[in-house]
């Protein structure tokens, strides 16, 4: 059964946030390609907390309630910002609004933190192409032995 969503996307905040444990469980889980546990995830974040390249938001409705958040690092020497993930509650999926949302904080994040250009990893490119995003020259290669 699919629920609507309360609140517009416009409606919603990106907040920095302090206790990786009040992000629900299963918006770490919907997000596709991931190959860390919820758990894993949220000890990753408690130990990064004060690491001033490490970037956790929330996206928060005027309820103060969780739909979504972003976590982007910062690499030290050449100021990229790269995100790792983003997730959304499933209410506000289908028109591509929470990209949006996204890349518009992202700009002000960029911003922000001097980044030079922003690097996000997806396995839907289509979906990010059709959203602005370009091939880069940059490619992610992956190496596994087994």
Known sequence: M???????????EFVRLKIPHLIPQELIEAVKGRTFSADQFLAYQSEQIENPYNFLYVLIDPEKKIQGYLW?????LDQTLFVNTFSIAKDYWGKGEGIKKAIG?????????????????????RFFIKHGFKRSKITLLEYNPN
Do not use: H, M, Y
């Open 2 to 12: 699919e629920t609507k969503a309360t609140f517009s996307i416009d409606e919603l």
């Open 72 to 76: 982007a690092e910062l690499n030290a």
């Open 105 to 125: 904080f992202l700009a002000t994040l960029q911003e922000k933190t001097g980044a030079p250009r922003v690097l996000w990893c997806s396995t839907n490119e």
